[in-house]
């Protein structure tokens, strides 16, 4: 049964992209048609084959190696810094230090491998193969795996010298991409709240899921001249320590600036949360009690429904997919292991989780364009809701896909 609400939802999810399309004529089903075909392939070597758990693993353990090393730096600038529980008396894990500080070290590597120019060998030659794929231009092309490695604000930095000749539909692709996917710098943070399978599977997807729905929502077609756009380094080069400074410093501003935003809008849930049980319950007379992320659950409810969520976890499940797209992944995922929900609906929702596509990603975007070209920032927030709309139908598309192999 749940292929078919799957093969519903897809349907549903596509058409939902097509209504809000700028020409609805000139959507190339084609293009669209083969990129859901290679998700299909991409979620079934990922989530059912031997190899592709294989590989999942292998990622897994190198990340987690990496966050052991990470953990030395930690340990040892904070030793003796621990919460304790007092019900137990004992330690409990202290959320900053072993999720977000990690980000710090993480960021480091990243700034090696792109000074020793790995990363940029990856991300041309990789965006140039998707580009065959995907029917659209290679700077888009690029731009997807950049946004995927280099982070959603920092991507737009290798493109600093294109921005003013881009044209407004391209660079709606362009902001597109960079709030579907996810950095690079975070994936290790994702995987001490989310199975690793889910998150590498979601990353992948995403990358496909992105461009299926810019297609559908913003379709247009880029001749060889204006494609012809070389993407070059911007600034004076720098030494090497000088970049390992560079990026030690991202990352610790990336984990202050997440702890910062999680203190708020968790903070923000839980009061509105408190405010809205009060109503209900003072206009119900005390038999009804439903707090606001029950009542964004059914809003939601409906979709996750679509995605394969049995309806029993739909209302739940919904109102952890809206607190993602409300507040940020990081609170959502923070709420996952709370809930009462099957197997299935773990695995579709923590898919669904993996990506930046929520209300406060419109303002960085919009911040970081605005930053390198004044012009195109306006634009980018103009369609800001526009931007997360597509954005969030990504993630819907990408957990239904999953949902065929759970």
Do not use: C
Request: charged share 15%.
């Amino acid at each position: 049964m749940h292929f078919i609400i799957g093969i519903i939802g897809i349907l549903v999810f596509l058409f939902l992209a097509w209504v809000v399309s700028s020409d609805k004529m000139k959507v190339r089903w084609q293009y669209i048609g083969l990129m859901i075909v290679i998700q299909f392939l991409f979620a079934f070597l990922l989530l059912k084959t031997t190899g592709g758990l294989t590989v999942i693993g292998g990622i897994s353990n190198g990340f987690s190696y990496i966050i052991d090393k990470a953990m030395e730096g930690i340990n040892f600038v904070f030793e003796g810094v621990a919460n304790i529980d007092p019900k137990t008396n004992k330690p409990v894990s202290v959320y900053f230090l072993n999720v977000l500080m990690p980000i710090v070290f993480v960021s480091a590597l990243i700034g090696i491998l792109q000074y020793i120019k790995v990363l940029p060998l990856i991300i041309k030659y990789l965006g140039f193969v998707i580009s065959k794929i995907n029917g659209m231009g290679k700077l888009e092309s690029y731009n997807a795996v950049a946004s995927a490695i280099l982070g959603q604000s920092e991507v737009f930095i290798s493109i600093k010298k294109q921005l003013p000749l881009i044209p407004k539909h391209r660079m709606y692709t362009l902001t597109a991409s960079a709030m579907s996917t996810v950095s690079a710098s975070i994936i290790g943070a994702y995987f001490t709240m989310v199975e690793p399978r889910y998150v590498v599977t979601a990353i992948v997807l995403n990358l496909f899921g992105g461009f299926i729905i810019a297609s559908i929502v913003n379709p247009y077609t880029v001749d060889d001249k204006e494609d012809d756009i070389m993407i070059e380094e911007s600034g004076e080069k720098q030494s090497f320590f000088e970049m390992l400074g560079e990026y030690i410093l991202d990352g610790f501003k990336v984990a202050v600036i997440v702890a910062a935003m999680l203190i708020g809008y968790v903070a923000m849930i839980g009061l509105l949360n408190g405010v809205t049980a009060n109503i209900f319950s003072f206009v119900s007379g005390g038999s009804i009690s439903w707090d606001f992320q029950t009542l964004i659950g059914f809003v939601f409810a409906p979709f996750a429904f679509l995605a394969g969520i049995p309806w029993a976890d739909a209302v739940q499940s919904g109102s952890i997919m809206a607190t993602k797209v409300l507040s940020n992944e990081f609170v959502a995922m923070g709420i996952l292991p709370k809930a009462e929900i099957s197997e299935r609906a773990n695995g579709i929702i923590s898919v669904f989780l993996v990506s930046f596509a929520n209300f406060g990603s419109i303002g960085i975007i919009a911040g970081a364009v605005k930053s390198l070209n004044d012009e195109q920032g306006n634009n980018v927030a103009r369609f800001g809701l526009k931007l997360l709309y597509g954005a969030t139908l990504v993630s819907f598309l990408s957990a239904t896909i999953a949902g065929f192999f759970l």
